[in-house]
């Protein structure tokens, strides 16, 4: 009986020694085909762990699960005062999904991106926020790797300004190491090659000016706010040059008493190739706009480079890919950020997280999903990018000339302007707004007040109101 009782003992204690700890991580969810992608990934990367013969943890992804309720309280306290602005209810449900599951354990390590991670850095705090969602720093949440010996080895295949872009503040601390990257562009069936190159019209041009009948040339989901936003940027730095970080006054192009022109030159561009149904090009979705690009009923589709594999695998369809014009185009990076909640040890984490955003399982993840890694891809020699460039020339042709926006900067006018989560609550609705009635001018509004929160809540030009004034609310802070 002892003999029966000691071997149970020894047969737990080696099932404990050896079981396999699983480390829990989280991701966005796709544009489209949230089930069956999530479901591969975590197929890909267990094909890799046991490639690379890791036998002492799993890795499991899942996407974050926003309560009913998440983000419509907010939307109220905007409406109870009568605020000018309407809030994306969806990107703060979101955020808050986001935030809850950082000040929890549930999830070791997070895929974020570079709009999230530094949503909240800078001189003004949008303190409406953080009292609607109780929290102080975002970086709070997160493991700083400087505190970890890092070999230069595990690192030095990223594009330096991918990486330093994981960085915050004066003393450097580094809070996400690069995971990924995505990219704007468009897509053409071979057949209308003449198209590829019709968003290159320039609202300068006399054509422009023609009142020609609208076409549906392009398919963009525009539904999606993340769209609108970023196509707004790529626009208006593709047609006006603006704005540059290093001159105030093309800021105040988009809110001075000439910002009109600006944005209705934006809705007559939409309408030139989306047709002439306003509303309807601004609620389609991103899997509509993809599905019916598929059916050849558009000649263009607005979509991301890490579609490409997907398109290319599409039986009886020759698919191309084609840069935006002057290959601007919004940027989306993506870091492994350890949470600093999780009660797995953070050695251990830091292991992953660099497994994770190495060269090989960024080669890998191409592979079989797609995605674009963090190489330095204006240097050709670089051995990291000759690997993944032999079988993903197209691509690496546009990320050579690649001219970058990104978005969580490129409405920074000063240190007082909002941060970025204030203006992605607020400025894509606020441009749909003007879009759908010219005669609004909400857009013009919503920048007035994010690019200079020292504007106070009263002004002639644009009749700022008393009840507006609660949500600029500032604190100054040292970073």
């Not at 020694?17 to 969810?29: F, G, H, Q, R, V």
């Not at 992608?37 to 890795?59: F, G, R």
């Not at 003007?434 to 030009?461: C, H, M, Q, R, W």
Request: negative net charge; hydrophobic residues 35%; proline residues 3%.
């Amino acid at each position: 009986m002892i003999f029966i009782y000691s071997l149970l003992l020894f047969i737990c204690y080696f099932n404990n020694s050896y079981a396999k700890e699983t480390i829990n991580i989280l991701i966005n969810k796709p544009d489209f085909n949230e089930n069956e992608y999530l479901e591969k990934y975590n197929e890909v990367i267990e094909q890799y762990i046991e490639i690379k013969k890791i036998d002492n943890y799993d890795i499991k992804f899942s996407y974050c699960s926003p309560t009913a309720t998440d983000g419509e309280h907010l939307s109220q306290v905007y409406k109870d005062a009568n605020s000018p602005f309407s809030i994306d209810v969806e990107y703060a449900r979101n955020f808050n999904c986001t935030l809850r599951e950082l000040k929890n354990s549930n999830y070791d390590i997070m895929i974020l991106d570079d709009r999230f991670l530094y949503g909240d850095n800078g001189y003004a705090d949008y303190l409406l926020l953080k009292d609607e969602f109780d929290y102080n720093k975002l970086t709070n949440y997160f493991v700083d790797y400087n505190n970890y010996n890092i070999n230069n080895e595990n690192i030095n295949h990223h594009d330096t300004d991918i990486f330093n872009d994981g960085k915050l503040g004066s003393k450097k601390n580094l809070y996400g190491l690069p995971y990924e990257l995505d990219f704007d562009l468009v897509y053409y069936h071979e057949s209308n090659i003449n198209s590829k190159d019709l968003l290159t019209l320039k609202v300068s041009d006399s054509s422009f000016g023609n009142e020609l009948p609208s076409e549906e040339i392009l398919s963009a989901g525009f539904g999606d706010n993340d769209e609108i936003f970023n196509f707004f940027s790529e626009f208006i730095r593709y047609q006006y040059d603006i704005p540059k970080g290093n001159d105030p006054k093309t800021y105040e192009l988009l809110s001075n008493n000439d910002a009109k022109k600006i944005y209705d030159s934006f809705r007559k561009y939409i309408l030139r190739f989306t047709g002439d149904d306003i509303e309807k090009t601004l609620n389609t979705t991103i899997k509509d706009a993809y599905n019916t690009f598929l059916d050849d009923k558009n000649k263009l589709l607005r979509g991301k480079a890490s579609w490409y594999k997907n398109l290319k695998e599409i039986e009886n369809v020759s698919i191309k890919m084609n840069s935006l014009p002057q290959e601007i185009t919004v940027i989306n990076q993506k870091y492994v950020v350890i949470n600093k909640n999780s009660p797995k040890q953070i050695e251990e984490l830091v292991k992953v997280a660099l497994l994770l955003s190495s060269k090989e399982m960024q080669i890998y993840r191409a592979l079989q999903m797609g995605i674009i890694p963090t190489f330095k891809f204006k240097d050709s020699s670089d051995e990291s990018v000759v690997s993944y460039c032999q079988t993903n020339s197209e691509i690496c042709e546009i990320l050579k000339k690649l001219n970058p926006i990104r978005v969580n900067n490129i409405f920074r006018k000063k240190n007082i302007s909002a941060q970025f989560l204030e203006i992605r609550l607020i400025v894509p609705l606020g441009l749909k707004k003007t879009l759908i009635d010219p005669s609004n001018e909400n857009a013009k509004l919503v920048f007035y007040n994010i690019l200079d929160n020292s504007n106070g809540s009263f002004n002639s030009e644009m009749s700022m109101t008393l009840e507006l004034g609660m949500f600029m609310i500032l604190s100054i802070l040292d970073v």
